[in-house]
């Protein structure tokens, strides 16, 4: 599939559309407008909310992996079962939920390349109806998966040393915006980016349907910014979910053999006292 590095990571929409009573798959949908589940979804998708579902409820950070179990418990998804993960907007947060599974410790997922966005371009069916699996007793075992995840003093102690990938748009970079237009201006304190970042806006790893470029679009994509494969990689955004993109395209379609994403982002960093930061 486009020459990735690990195609098995993606599944087509033809594919899944002959698979959607496959007991041995369990669709799930996340997505950034969390109402989006109950206007339609693809038949026998669970729904989760990117908020209340994997994050914990008290504290910033996600669920453990005893949540993530009951999680999976509830969806139905068994040791055997395949989770398929797609949502709107090329992906963005089916690839942050996927990053959360693989930090936790759960290996067994892939995404639907394009997302919901090719789905609908390709006029395949989507129901209102809300499927229901009895409970698994699944457990997500193991440890996590430190080696993905920069957290806040890792960042700090490797300025000038890592490779550092900011993939927000060019306005949030350059500072004149805290976040997306159609979000809030709030949350960091200041505006600008991480000293010595390169700026790569998640989106440009897509196509317009929706599905990721062809592998040596992406290579090109981000070498020419200097992000290559011999180094350690940062990507990170605002809160972690556009950099879990960035990371997706690295780590599993290039192969990429270093790569973390810092999902306390720009909302953190842009908090911190008396740490270095750059604009325009």
Excluded at 65 to 86: F, I, P, R
């Amino acid at each position: 599939m486009a020459d990735y590095a690990n195609p098995d990571v993606l599944v087509e929409t033809d594919w899944l559309e002959g698979h959607l009573d496959d007991t041995s798959v369990r669709v799930i949908e996340v997505d950034e407008d969390t109402s989006a589940y109950e206007k339609g979804h693809i038949k026998n998708s669970v729904g989760w909310n990117w908020n209340t579902d994997l994050h914990a409820a008290v504290g910033r950070d996600y669920v453990d992996q005893e949540g993530l179990s009951k999680l999976l418990q509830q969806a139905g998804v068994g040791a055997d079962t395949t989770v398929m993960l797609y949502g709107g907007n090329n992906n963005w947060f089916a690839a942050y939920a996927y990053w959360i599974l693989k930090l936790r410790g759960f290996d067994n997922v892939k995404l639907l390349n394009g997302g919901r966005k090719k789905w609908e371009l390709e006029s395949k069916e989507l129901t209102q109806d809300a499927p229901s699996f009895s409970a698994t007793d699944i457990k997500v075992s193991g440890g996590d998966r430190s080696e993905i995840r920069a957290l806040r003093d890792e960042v700090i102690s490797k300025l000038g040393t890592s490779a550092l990938v900011d993939v927000r748009s060019p306005e949030e970079y350059r500072g004149e915006k805290l976040a997306p237009d159609h979000l809030p201006q709030e949350q960091a304190q200041v505006p600008g980016h991480i000293p010595g970042a390169a700026n790569i806006p998640w989106g440009k790893a897509a196509n317009e349907d929706g599905t990721f470029r062809s592998a040596d679009e992406l290579k090109a994509l981000y070498e020419g910014e200097g992000i290559t494969p011999d180094k350690e990689i940062i990507a990170y955004c605002r809160i972690g979910e556009r950099s879990s993109h960035t990371w997706f395209a690295l780590q599993e379609l290039l192969g990429y053999g270093n790569v973390k994403n810092y999902d306390g982002s720009w909302t953190e960093y842009g908090s911190l006292v008396g740490v270095p930061v750059e604009r325009g």
